[in-house]
């Protein structure tokens, strides 16, 4: 979120931020605003794999998943960013052996379809996002994991300040996908 002058709001003044459960009702038309914004950086996300970039294909894609959990984050009612849980997808189950690590939905819990809007990168929003991720799987006494395909440096470099630990990478249709996991609670 950028004052009228384009830099960052005074932290004295700014309106809190808002990490909320989704409601497609309330959330999805400026979620889906704001992958049309996505889709236009470089890397694209999600990927042109994943979508051909149109609201359709956009709103197809951040569609819900059976006992997946989602949340927006929102400053004066504009979402800035989403991320999900889920359940292991099969891609990572199949190669988590490669890793070194057995990844189910008993012992694992994915960080999917995390997204936040460029203008207020650094500004607190992803971060809060991905620690209501992580808090909501490590509550169920698993596991954080996630992979992001390569490329997204600034993704990886916030995945590493967050204390998530590359275990490996792997050949994914969309390319090269480095797979972060967070320690066991305690460690």
């Keep these: 979120m950028r004052d009228v ?3 960052l709001p005074d932290e004295a003044t700014a309106s809190p931020l808002v990490v909320e459960r989704y409601d497609a009702g309330r959330h999805k038309k400026a979620l889906v605003a704001l992958l049309l914004e996505l889709a236009a950086v470089d890397p694209p996300y999600p990927s042109r794999l994943s979508s051909d970039g149109t609201a359709e294909s956009l709103e197809s894609w951040l569609a819900a998943e059976p006992g997946a959990v989602d949340w927006v984050a929102t400053r004066d009612g504009e979402v800035l960013g989403h991320v999900r849980v889920t359940d ?8 988590g052996p490669a890793m070194g690590v057995e990844i189910d939905a008993q ?3 994915e960080v999917v379809k995390f997204f936040v809007s460029t ?4 500004d607190g929003v992803g971060r809060s996002l991905l620690t209501t991720a992580m808090r909501h799987i490590e509550s169920s006494e698993r596991r954080p994991v996630l992979a992001v395909l ?3 440096t600034g993704a990886i470099a916030f995945y590493n300040a967050m204390g998530l630990v590359e275990i490996g990478a792997f050949d994914g249709e969309e390319g090269l996908n480095h797979v972060f996991m967070g320690s066991p609670e305690g460690a």
């Design 5 to 7: 002058a384009g830099g």
């Design 107 to 109: 012992t694992h819990g």
């Design 88 to 95: 292991p997808h099969p891609y990572l189950v199949a190669h």
């Design 119 to 122: 203008v207020c990168r650094r």
């Design 150 to 152: 390569d490329g997204s």
